[in-house]
């Protein structure tokens, strides 16, 4: 009897998420082999150019144990409302967005869970939030290839891709390494790599200098056989601005760096738009 009201759960489960989900066009999960790369910085941004580009946007963090998102967007202590069994997202505009630390009950609190714990939570955050009809759904992972990455692959079934983040030193390339055969064993299409803190551009003279060094990105994506979206500099306002919790495409429009995230998602819009293309296509050919 347990196992039988086990499956029915289960099934029941795995109908609603497939409903919330069926109503999201697109699905992208931004992951970096280590932490400290900017992995959430890009997601954020990504997801304030997808906004930007006028789409329909939801932005999920499922870094359970280090969520950064909402101070990234000035989202700290927002408390999350629901309708019955359903939480509503926190909303930034158009931009809708939710995060473990919305249910903190004080940001210095830790969460001490296991797996199973975990991919619970996110289950809950891709099923039970009403995410409602949304073109992209942007999922900043936490570091690595545990638990919450592999929950959202297993719990999304039809995701687009990942977009990989690393920086250009031979460290933070091992990692990404990993990264990209754990997408090839769960068939998760990589989208491509981003290079972050690609040198930094004296604001004064304007020498270039390599801190970090810099193409380790681009010759990895080679070497891999993925697409390499491109490079964003290391820039004093990126941190400035995401301790001030305002996006740095939005505080600093226009500039170079914001251009490299605008140009990043080029490739994301356009597998967006094959993919609707093929989509239309089907169903034409289903009616004939």
Known sequence: MHQSEESTQE?????????????????????????????????????LSLMLEGKRVGLLDVDIHGPSVPKMLKLEGKPIHTEGEVMLPVELGDLKVM???????????????????????????LMDVEWGDLDYLVVDAPPGTGDEPLSVCQLIEDADGAVVVTTPQDVALAAVRRSITFCRQLNLPVLGIVENM?????PRCGERTEIFG???????AREMKVPFLGCIPIEPGITASGDAGI?????????????????????ILEVGTV??????TRKAQGER
Request: some cysteine; charged content about 25%.
């Open 11 to 47: 099934r029941v489960d795995r109908q609603k998420l497939q409903a919330r989900m069926s109503r999201i066009a697109h699905k992208v999960l931004v992951l970096s082999g280590k932490g400290g790369v900017g992995k959430s910085t890009v997601a954020v941004n990504l997801a």
């Open 99 to 125: 995060s473990i630390a919305f249910l903190l009950s004080r940001r210095e609190d830790a969460v001490i869970w296991r797996g199973p714990m975990k991919m619970g939570v996110i289950k809950q955050f």
């Open 198 to 202: 690609s040198g930094f551009v004296c």
């Open 214 to 220: 810099s193409g380790g990105g681009e010759r990895l």
């Open 247 to 267: 996006p740095y495409i939005q505080s600093h429009a226009g500039t170079a760096t914001a251009k490299a995230f605008s140009e990043i998602i080029r490739p």
């Open 275 to 280: 993919s609707e293309t093929d989509e239309k």
